[in-house]
């Protein structure tokens, strides 16, 4: 902790940013566990609580700021980046998280939040913008690695216009309203359906993932609560647990009338989320605290009572940690079985622009594929917010005091 | 158990007009093993106590001297290996449960707001929703937790959170209440305010209460009897009658009396502390 007798801040200096520390002068909450985050306390000079304020001098901020541009110029000047990238990106990496951390010991507690947020978008964007900049130069070849101007274009394109087989990215959703003169609300909702990629992919991961989950909750719930039960099952369930599902895409093809239809695909996903549900659900039961059952007993919980009142909700946050391996997991399988036996979708959009050598294109199926794994696992966010909602305002506390 | 209750009935102390009460629980000859790899573990032995009704009856002893076990073996959570037991059913036909208890380190569900929690029990014997909830809010504002009664337990402190878990028992209205070491989670501060508070619920209702604690402080000031166990196996060592004058108040504690008694408990209770020390020396 930096006291005011520290001969890097100099007394003449403009007032400097101060937080409220956790000291024994605080006011601390007694009776409230989330304690609401220190407000900052305003600069007293000469009272004694002042040694204990942390003063952060605006100088600090500027030297790391300096190190990295002259880093940079040297660093280019002798041409490290050809002889040495890598240790020019650790580097800059380095000096940008001093940077960072620097800047958050100067931001006023109130702003901490909103500092990390920018911090978490800012960075994703730098990396795309040295992307740019790198292909843009030549240095990274645009022809396998298209800038990502180009993948937005190709996204774009990809969007409004349709592909020679009659598909786009999104299915168009904006001429609905024109669609549903023609057709119906049925009807135009179908034909945007059937021309989208992304709709196409979203609706096998999510039937899959719902048609896995039921059962699978009940499977795990059965071996977590009888040792019988689970004695019988678990050689079983863990055999089949490590066998990548999408190795039984064959034999699924094999049960269906229709091998090319959707049955297989949306069979595999719901068998591959099965089982990761079917195990967290398990050790979630397990889990469930002695002395919540104990409590359950006493007061009389019977068998049902006590799965709805005291098993699963003490299971949920597990089984919902499963839920969201098993998301990913869905969304695996998807694209994987859309590069082999699809002729829609976002993984037969990648692996067909690979086909017709298009870069921007394919790199368009990627990220697409990214974006609905990142939405995806916010929905599903949302829904266990919504569901646990014992388990908001948690880690509101995490903040790092710096 | 029905059954031993009505047997009950006709016990010579009821029928003396003594004015003594009729004993709420009876323990006779309790033994308790738990089958261990090699030798079963006895956690308890030869153990007998009779609480009459509206007593508090405080069980002390050193830690892994059975205690927690008796209390389990109250709940009705485990079996005893032999000997009997028995909790007396009220005479005016009121259905209710045998014991409530309130655990250690509260065991009040994260997953439940403070209102849920404490109509827990009802819930749990089909009390439909309207009255379970008007029943629960009523015990929620007796322990002062008003504000809270739609806050989740993880927004209290764990004073708030015991007295959740306290009301939770009493909304039940059982026979008698179980208390396991219900403060032994709480700082010095407010397991003195919590100490009051127990106080003040139980001398208005005067439920027959049997209260673990590992503080004979705590026993002494809250109890009508404390019970010394003996170390491992648990038996029982020692009986003191604490016949400090009611209602108590915590400057009490500083008395002659309290000091005398609390040596008197100590004195029993040393020895046995000092054996389970040298026995996981």
Redesign the interface.
């Known amino acids: 902790m930096t006291s005011t007798h520290d001969p890097d801040a100099p007394t003449s200096a403009p007032p400097p940013h101060v937080r409220g520390r956790e000291h024994p002068a605080d006011p601390a909450p ?5 304690a609401a985050p220190a407000q900052p306390q305003p600069p007293a000079p000469g009272s004694a609580s002042q040694r204990l304020l942390r003063r952060v001098p605006h100088h600090r901020l500027a030297a790391p700021s300096a190190a990295l541009v002259g880093f940079m110029a040297v660093f280019t000047l002798v041409g490290g980046w050809r002889l040495a990238w890598w240790a020019g990106a650790l580097v800059t990496f380095a000096l940008l998280v001093w940077l960072a951390q620097t800047g958050q010991e100067v931001v006023p507690r109130r702003h901490l939040r909103a500092y990390e947020r920018g911090l978490a978008t800012l960075f994703p964007l730098l990396l795309l913008a040295g992307w740019e900049l790198l292909a843009g130069t030549g240095a990274l070849s645009a022809r396998w690695f298209p800038p990502p101007s180009d993948i937005a274009v190709a996204v774009w394109e990809l969007s409004v216009e349709p592909e020679t087989g009659g598909t786009s990215l999104l299915g168009r959703p904006w001429r609905l309203p024109e669609l549903i003169g023609e057709l119906g609300l049925a009807g135009a909702l179908g034909a945007i359906v059937e021309e989208s990629h992304v709709l196409a992919t979203l609706g096998r991961v999510f039937i899959g993932f719902v048609l896995g989950l039921a059962p699978g909750i009940v499977v795990g719930a059965l071996m977590g609560a009888n040792r019988t039960v689970r004695i019988m099952l678990d050689n079983v369930m863990s055999a089949f647990y490590v066998l990548p599902k999408i190795a039984i895409f064959p034999i699924v093809m094999l049960l269906f009338a229709n091998p090319f239809g959707e049955g297989p695909i949306i069979t595999v996903v719901a068998v591959s989320a099965f089982f990761f549900v079917a195990f967290n659900t398990m050790a979630g039961v397990q889990g469930v605290d002695r ?2 059952l ?9 068998r049902l ?1 006590m799965f709805r ?2 098993i699963i ?2 299971a ?1 946050p597990v089984i919902f940690a499963g839920f969201r391996i098993a998301l990913g997991a869905a969304l695996i399988v998807v694209v994987a079985v859309e590069f082999v036996r699809a002729d829609q979708g976002v993984g037969h959009l990648t692996i067909y622009y690979w086909e017709v050598l298009s870069p921007p294109r394919m790199y368009a199926g990627l990220f697409t594929t990214m974006a609905l794994g990142v939405l995806l696992t916010f929905g599903l966010l949302a829904v266990e917010k919504r569901v ?3 388990r908001r ?2 880690g509101d506390d995490d903040l790092p005091t710096g | 158990m029905s059954e031993a209750h009505s047997a009950r009935r006709h016990d010579p102390h009821q029928g003396s007009p003594a004015a003594e009460p009729a004993p709420k629980i009876v323990a006779d000859r309790l033994h308790k093993r738990f089958p261990a790899a090699g030798e079963p573990v006895v956690a308890l032995e030869e153990l007998s106590l009779t609480v009459a009704e509206g007593e508090l009856v405080s069980v002390v002893g050193p830690s892994g001297c059975g205690k927690t076990t008796f209390l389990r073996l109250l709940a009705g959570l485990e079996e005893p290996t032999s000997g009997s037991l028995a909790i007396r059913a009220s005479d005016d036909g009121a259905q209710r449960p045998q014991n409530a208890v309130v655990f250690q380190e509260y065991g009040i569900f994260p997953w439940k707001t403070v209102l849920q929690n404490v109509a827990f029990g009802l819930q749990m014997r089909g009390v439909a929703r309207r009255e379970r909830e008007e029943q629960a809010q009523a015990w929620v504002e007796r322990v002062g937790l008003a504000r809270f009664a739609g806050a989740y337990p993880h927004e209290l402190s764990g004073g708030m959170k015991q007295r959740v878990s306290i009301a939770r028992a009493l909304a039940n209205d059982p026979e008698v209440l179980l208390m396991d070491e219900p403060l032994g989670a709480l700082d010095a501060q407010t397991r003195t305010v919590m100490q009051e508070e127990i106080l003040d619920l139980w001398e208005r209702d005067q439920k027959t209460v049997v209260y673990i604690t590992h503080s004979i402080d705590e026993a002494v000031f809250l109890s009508d009897r404390v019970v010394v166990m003996t170390a491992h196996p648990g038996r029982k060592k020692a009986e003191h009658a604490i016949d400090l004058p009611r209602p108590r108040r915590w400057e009490q504690t500083g008395g002659a009396d309290f000091a005398a008694l609390r040596l008197q408990i100590w004195s029993d209770l040393e020895d046995e502390v000092k054996r389970t020390m040298a026995g996981q020396a």
């Open positions: 007694a009776d409230s566990a989330a002395i919540f104990d409590v359950g007993a006493n007061y009389g919980a019977n009572q009142h005291v909700p003490g949920l646990m909602p014992w305002n948690r």
